[in-house]
């Protein structure tokens, strides 16, 4: 698909889909927490990208997602407190500790995920950008449509209160 | 090293493995790099990515019935508009220019470009205002008093012959046979049948009968007809009253008086010091009826 051409045609709408929907997906669930919600949004932004796809290239695509979903989210007032999930696959590392290790360890997972889930919206949303999906302060910035230096202030301040709610680590 | 700095470096995922033992030495920091490090095995529930499609391409559907009609209704009125817009354009913009001149008239005004055009009596001048910033070209018929500004070629179109110039202030006089320019400032150039000539400032081209005359004889800022006078230079007495047909609204009759030269002026606001300044060096007189002017010459003495 070149740069330039937008995303009028069925199979280069369908890539994008394939491509951001489920990162779309996830970066409206880190702000609401509602899963029925989110896939609202997510419905709802690719019909907004479908409708103006002529005026969207195929480059554009992506960050016009990200401004329509945050625009859409930003309407809709009830939120939900975020629940996340411990991913098994990720934790093979663990697997040879001693069961009072593992113990504690469900303990502090069960403790975190409390913590993120109280954190505020602004905090919780790059915390999560970050972690979860790995993206760098500046690909976060540019998703919230705010500075770097902000994407540190807010990581900070998310590190620190999870911290302090956690209490002794 | 700054441990904050360590810290972001580490969230970006730059940091080498001795800043992260740096780290680690904090307790404070230490724990933030626990929190940081556990959050990423946490992960979202899984997003339905084919449900999802379907109920997508569902809204698309019933959006884009919509949008069709719309999209009729909306070029539909782009149309009208533009027809309308269009028109306007056309109904004030277009068509050419046309200032004319009765006998004893004369009229003074500007062209697009700013430039000065004073039109003697009996005189016409045509030319297309819209695309005047493109061409500066008008036609001449008569004579007329020109201050150019200065920009691109400026071109007097008349029957008897093309002056083009760039700036400057000049007079055409273009009747019958007889085509006459004169330059009071820059340098006029006149195309007349398959010559160029050049007119400089001070000088006169006159094209009588198709011959060309080049003379010095100006001592003046713009012609005298723009002052309200006509000043001649041993002219023929018929081009004389020629003219003073042109500033007076009268007829004249002169049966018996010869061909005679005439070297002088007269003046525009007053028909009997106008015929005196013309009769009296020339040893004639007049009688005037209404607009009726007959001349004859002087008895006795």
């Known amino acids: 698909m070149s740069e330039l051409e937008n995303v009028c045609k069925k199979e280069h709408f369908n890539k994008v889909y394939n491509d951001h929907s489920q990162a779309i997906w996830r970066f409206i669930y880190f702000k609401c927490g509602d899963q029925a919600q989110a896939d609202d949004l997510v419905q709802e932004s690719y019909v907004k990208l479908w409708q103006n796809c002529a005026k969207v290239s195929a480059s554009k695509a992506k960050s016009y997602l990200y ?5 859409l989210f930003l309407n809709e007032v009830a939120h939900k ?12 590392t663990f697997n040879n500790q001693s069961p ?5 360890e469900k303990e502090f997972y069960e403790k975190l ?21 790995g993206k760098k302060y500046s690909e976060i910035a540019e998703i919230l449509g705010i500075s770097v230096k902000a994407v540190e202030k807010r990581m900070s301040q998310a590190l620190a209160i999870l911290r302090k709610e956690i209490g002794n680590i | 090293m700054d441990k904050n700095y360590i810290l972001h470096k580490y969230l970006n995922g730059n940091a080498s493995p001795e800043e992260l033992q740096l780290l680690k030495e904090s307790p404070e920091y230490a724990g933030y790099f626990k929190i940081a490090a556990a959050s990423e095995n946490l992960d979202t ?32 009125r782009i149309a009208a508009m533009v027809t309308i817009l269009l028109g306007g354009y056309y109904f004030f913009f277009s068509g050419n220019t046309t200032v004319k001149t009765d006998v004893a008239h004369k009229e003074s005004f500007s062209l697009p470009d700013k430039s000065e055009v004073v039109l003697n009596a009996q005189s016409e001048i045509f030319y297309d205002q819209k695309n005047w910033e493109k061409k500066r070209s008008l036609n001449l018929k008569g004579e007329a008093y020109f201050k150019v500004e200065k ?20 007079n055409v006089f273009a009747r019958d046979s007889t085509f006459v320019v004169k330059c009071f400032e820059g340098l006029v150039r006149v195309a007349f049948n398959d010559t160029l000539v050049n007119v400089p400032f001070g000088n006169v081209l006159e094209i009588r009968n198709n011959e060309l005359i080049m003379k010095t004889e100006l001592h003046q800022d713009s012609p005298n007809w723009v002052l309200n006078e ?39 606001t007053d028909l009997k010091v106008a015929l005196r300044s013309i009769c009296d060096p020339l040893k004639l007189d007049f009688t005037i009826n209404g607009d009726e002017i007959n001349l004859y010459a002087k008895q006795g003495k």
């Open chain 2, 230 to 268: 006509s000043r001649f230079q041993n002219a023929s007495l018929a081009t004389v009253l020629a003219e003073l047909k042109r500033q007076y609204p009268v007829n004249i009759t002169a049966p018996n008086v010869g061909d005679k030269k005439f070297t002088g002026a007269f003046t525009h």
């Open chain 1, 67 to 71: 401004t329509v979903a945050n625009n």
């Open chain 2, 151 to 170: 920009g691109e070629k400026f071109s007097v179109i008349t029957p008897q012959g093309t002056v083009s110039v760039l700036g400057t202030q000049f």
């Open chain 1, 81 to 92: 407190k975020v629940v996340l999930q411990h991913a098994n696959s990720k934790k093979k």
């Open chain 2, 45 to 76: 529930p899984v997003f339905n990515k084919e449900g999802n499609f379907e109920h997508l391409t569902a809204k698309i559907d019933q959006s884009s019935k919509v949008r069709k009609i719309s999209f009729v209704k909306s070029f539909v």
């Open chain 1, 113 to 133: 995920q409390a913590a993120i889930a109280n954190l505020s919206e602004t905090q919780r949303t790059p915390f999560l950008l970050n972690r979860i999906e």
């Open chain 1, 100 to 104: 009072e290790y593992l113990l504690e």
